[in-house]
């Protein structure tokens, strides 16, 4: 994905860029947080920003929870967020929640192989089969 997004105004961050979420006065490191445009940062801190446009989560037993309630739940108020992506680590499993343009989320899902995972906001896809490849999921 970072080589299909060379050039362009999308940038995918890894597990140590911190997301603030100001409505609940917190903090996530999200697994991958994608970027378009300049990323909006606080105090002067560079590792912490304020604007993901996507939001992708590996959900494993003890995470699967919060990453579909509470996490979500703050997600949902962050202002540029559009897509929020959880991947399952055990089984082939994919969840997306995508922002309308009303401001609901439209859920979706497949445990499908062969089905393809689209993270629109930087009109990207990507079969279940390539994400789980070389993953020992049971």
Sequence with gaps: MWSFLRGKSCEVFPSDLR?????????????????CGKPDTIDNQ?????NP????EVM?????QYDRGTKFFYYMQIPSLKEYILISSLVCYVQKAKKQSDGSWKFSETSNSEAKLSIDC???EITL??????????
């Design 129 to 138: 089969k390539d994400i789980y490849e070389g993953v020992s999921a049971e």
């Design 19 to 35: 997301v603030h979420i100001p409505t609940a006065d917190s903090f996530t490191y999200p697994d991958a947080t994608i970027i």
């Design 122 to 124: 930087i009109e990207y």
């Design 46 to 50: 560079l590792d912490t920003v304020t």
């Design 53 to 56: 446009s996507a939001i992708i």
């Design 60 to 64: 494993s037993k003890p995470t699967e």
